[in-house]
């Protein structure tokens, strides 16, 4: 789904939440993920009353985190079967005494043997699996993910993983919505209208970008979110106040989450870009200035991408905000001119954060569409660089004929990291001029010590927007990609 219809998504989850609620020994789990549906299903047929013999005890694996409602399953299957009136088994896997009421339990056919963890000790460890593959009754044995490639799993045994929540953002929603309505319910177990209607009109798009930061080890501690939250709902009703609560008032709440006890201080000026190929681009351009004049271009200014690796891109900024401590007039993140990069920059406004988007206008490539950093770079040191990789191509070529002339080359996002390599090597400050200006704007911002006087920055932006060379804009198509 796309994250207009994500969200939309989340706006019918707070007008209606029956689809998102599922019963298990009396507890409510939130989500609809098919992962969380499956291993609820298999704990309802596990826990369902049967008649007969039993030719095929059914057993199965569930590898689920710490902090995840690995337990809580498993309990609430232990209930269900009880309520059921079935013979049902709750084991302690880490607990020595597992290992004898397995071996005790070897021929009961018809019980129902659930064992929740695993012991650390290898060889406790192999005894507990054994003893569990050799159970003659039902049986579900609730580990944590790590133990998925233990050598002594059985491969006749069904086994289900369900993902940390992290990856699963509908039901991390979900699961957050379920426990605010926990806490918004009255004595007869029923919300309010009022706490309903004000429930209903959550900034959905807001929820959703908030919520998608990761949780780590804070999963524990959702319930003290999902009270904050309801506290502060309980308050606007009180004091009869928009039922509507503002996105601004939301993002405080999850920031508040989310910080550490110990807020951030003492760092400088930042600019944050989208991943370590955008941070090396400008650090290269910083580098050349240096050298031509002396001018420090990172000086009281901290070029860093929003992630390593392939752990950046857009979607990690709202989690840099919460962890970094990001702030206005302090911070400001740098995007690409795509959907993706608009996304962001409207996202990071509800978080009150300083976001810009690249300019086309001051594109080498003179994109109307879409543009990245790579379109600042001038056509014909591109041209440059494909001339010596010729086993190389673009992902995209665009040549516009109608005046201004302009030519657009999309850099296969594989090879982004070598032309970096390439043009630390054989770039010259001319070649990267159009990055070398955003750079000075992102300074002059912060009112950072420019090469450029503002009255020079004005002139410059004029000269760039305006100008046409042919080497910049259009470059020299290389020979071989005709042939």
Known sequence: MTTVETA?????????????????????????????????????????????????????????????????????????????????????????????????????????ILVDGMP??????????????????????????????????????????????????????????????????????LISENLSTALAKLPARAFLSLSSVSLGSRIKKLPELANRIAEALQLRIELELDVRMPEEDLAVIFMDFYSSDSRKTGHGFRLWLEGETDCRLLKLVSKLAKAADGTDLEDGLSILPLGEGREGGTSKAPEVVIKEQTRRNRDVFLFDFDESGKHARDDLKILEQDALLLDPKLSCSRSDADVEIEDFISLSCLDRFYNSHVTLRPEKE??????????????????????????????????????FFVLCEIRARFSLKNPLSTSTMQAKRKQLEEEFDQAKHVGNRPRHWSQ
Request: proline share 3%; hydrophobic share 40%.
């Open 120 to 189: 650390e000790a290898a060889a406790n460890r192999r005894v507990v699996i054994e003893r569990f593959n050799s159970l003659s009754g039902n049986g579900l044995l609730f580990a944590p993910p790590e133990y998925s490639l233990d050598a002594n799993l059985n491969s006749s045994v069904s086994r289900l993983q369900l993902g940390h929540v992290d990856q699963r953002l509908i039901d991390k929603v979900a699961w957050i919505v379920g426990l605010i309505r926990e806490r918004l319910r009255g004595e007869a177990g």
């Open 398 to 435: 665009v040549i516009r004929y109608k005046s201004p002339m302009a030519r657009r080359i999309v850099v296969e996002g594989i090879h982004k990291e070598m032309l970096i390599d390439w043009l630390e090597s054989n770039a010259s400050l001319a070649d990267l001029e159009n990055v």
């Open 8 to 112: 939309e998504f989340v706006e019918g989850m707070l007008r209606d939440f029956s689809l998102f609620s599922s019963t298990l020994g009396g507890l409510e789990f939130y989500g609809c993920s098919t992962e969380l549906r499956d291993v609820l299903q298999l704990c309802h047929n596990v826990s369902s009353p049967r008649t007969g013999t039993i030719e095929n005890p059914q057993k199965t694996y569930l590898f689920i985190g710490p902090h995840h409602g690995k337990t809580t399953i498993a309990k609430a299957t232990d209930n269900q079967a009880k309520s059921n009136g079935l013979t049902s088994f709750y084991l302690d896997g880490t607990a020595g005494a597992t290992q004898k009421a397995l071996k005790d339990l070897q021929s009961a056919a018809d019980a129902i």
